[in-house]
């Protein structure tokens, strides 16, 4: 089955720096990664999501990109704040068929503190 | 319902007995699954139910493990036996899958503590 693997798993910024997040997988199969942030006490909430035909997607602040070659995707954080303080996890599933269903495998997760 | 419900929210159970943990998801949404997320881990893979197939239950630590979804909506996660190493919060997700993207959204967990 699918095995992610994220680093790093603690990543510490001072608020302005950019951060990155690293997720490699082992699946060629697995054609959607998304990323979740989970704040303390919270449940874990979709950020921003890639498929396999795309390289790159930004949304604002935060841009994830894919390299299916190397089976690797990245989070990018720019202008961090300290909000983005959470817990991040990537993602990568096979989605059937061209449809949108299929088991999701996480990643351990990467603490990220903003200190402002 | 406006969200994902689990019930209940904690439990505090002895080793060796056994517990029910129960996940409503969105209406509507079809697919649904477990996770378990230990103090400090990541999200832990259990089970995943799609509409009316077979659910993968590959993620399932042993068979003192067990779920059910009936009707394709309500679903309930059994732990037999319970083992001090059981502890964690387990969420439950659904997914409508009609966006393009698989995007769950998530209960608020059931934290289970095994004395």
């Known amino acids: 089955g699918e095995n992610v693997e994220q680093h790093p798993s603690t990543l510490s910024v001072q608020e302005g720096d950019s951060a990155v997040i690293k997720c490699t997988y082992s699946d060629s199969a697995s054609n959607y990664f998304p990323w979740y942030k989970q704040e303390l006490g919270k449940r874990p909430q979709l950020i921003i999501d890639i498929r396999s035909n795309v390289g790159e997607k930004k949304d604002q602040r935060i841009a994830v990109t894919l390299n299916k070659t190397a089976k690797h995707f990245s989070l990018h954080i720019t202008e961090t704040q300290p909000e983005d303080s959470a817990v991040y996890f990537c993602a990568a599933s096979n989605l059937l068929g061209g449809t949108s269903y299929g088991k999701l495998t996480f990643g351990q997760g990467t603490i990220l503190t903003v200190h402002p | 319902g406006a969200g994902v419900s689990q019930s209940p929210s904690n439990k505090v159970t002895e080793k060796g007995k056994d517990v029910e943990l129960r996940c409503d998801p969105i209406?509507?949404?079809?697919?649904l699954y477990w996770y378990r997320q230990s103090l400090g881990q990541g999200l832990e893979f259990l089970i995943y139910?799609?509409?009316?197939?077979?659910?993968?239950k590959s993620g399932l630590p042993s068979d003192r493990f067990s779920a059910e979804r009936t009707g394709g909506s309500v679903s309930t996660l059994t732990i037999q036996r319970t083992q001090q190493e059981d502890s964690a919060v387990y969420l439950c997700?659904?997914?409508?899958?009609?966006?393009?993207?698989?995007?769950?959204?998530f209960g608020a967990g059931s934290r289970l503590t095994v004395l």
């Open positions: 997700a659904s997914s409508w899958g009609g966006s393009g993207a698989n995007v769950l959204t």
């Open positions: 139910f799609q509409g009316n197939s077979a659910p993968d």
């Open positions: 209406s509507g949404h079809t697919a």
